[in-house]
């Protein structure tokens, strides 16, 4: 319906719904996009998040709302949750997330 839109994440508001959707969203660094305008649940944790169809439309969507984006850093971790959401995660999806952690481990 809708090319982008725009969501706030504090616990998840912008990445668990762009996941149940099956597309992609993007929790961005803190102060990386103004918070303006935006009602304070957390303002320590608060955040605007771009949600697409695609990664090269979150991308671009992350780029015009971004006052200064900068190249990306190198990663220095990758944390990856020992506890999902709930202990009882489909088989399915905990097979699908072992193979990118695995791939990651991998290459150090």
Known sequence: MVVASLGTDTGGSVRLP??????????????????????????Q????????????????????LSPSP???????????PSLFLTADVDPGVEQTVAVPVRTFAELG
């Open 45 to 64: 944790f608060d955040t605007v998040g771009p949600v697409a169809r695609s990664v090269a439309e979150v991308r671009a969507l992350f780029h015009v």
């Open 70 to 80: 900068s190249e990306p850093s190198a990663v220095a971790r990758i944390g990856v």
């Open 18 to 43: 762009a996941a149940t959707c099956g597309i992609p969203g993007l929790r961005p660094s803190w102060g990386s996009i103004s918070n303006d305008g935006v009602f304070p649940v957390s303002e």
